[in-house]
């Protein structure tokens, strides 16, 4: 019986970046008194809760942590919230991008990005705004973390149109996104199979 081969410690690690936390406030909402780093942080730790209860290595990281100094895991992602802000009636849903800034964006990363979409769009409800901006996807993390660790960062959505799910119904933001997770960590990326080609046949030359 052949000897199944050692998983390494970062095959069952997930990190999850809780956007802003440990170096400013981000976003903030002045009629309240709410910041985009208190909204990250309460649905991201509802993220590694969920995570850590299917038995899943979790490590909740700050915004820049020194952990993340070549960081290896089999995904990472970093939270965050969009405006508090009125910009128009249509600043509503959540983004996300992955690693533009790196050599080349890998398929592992493209599945993650995907089934984030996917499955968060499903759970809460909220639609796909079309807008990803620079800072986005050229998030400084995606440079930090090694190029073997497939990474994302999701804007949950926007604090001023979508303010009451993502403060009041944090447990079923956390839901998409562990959701998306789970699509990227238990589903196989789908590889295109190219058919076999038999020889060509030969053909009698005419007399």
Known sequence: TPTALPIENWQRRIGIV???RGYDSGAVCTDIDLTEAEVNYSIAQLVVQ?????RYEVELLEEFDD????????ALLSIHADSCDYINDIATGFKVAGAASRMSVSPQDQHLVECLKERYAEVTGLRLHPSVTEDMSYYHTFEEISPRTPAAIIETGF???????LTQNPELVAEGIVE???C????????PTVPFALPPTETPSSP
């Open 18 to 20: 809780s956007g802003h």
């Open 50 to 54: 969920k995570l850590r209860g299917m």
């Open 184 to 191: 990227y960590l238990e589903t196989p990326i789908a590889t």
């Open 67 to 74: 952990r993340l100094n070549g960081y290896r895991a089999a």
């Open 180 to 182: 998306g997770l789970l």
């Open 159 to 165: 604090m001023y149109l979508d303010r009451e799910l």
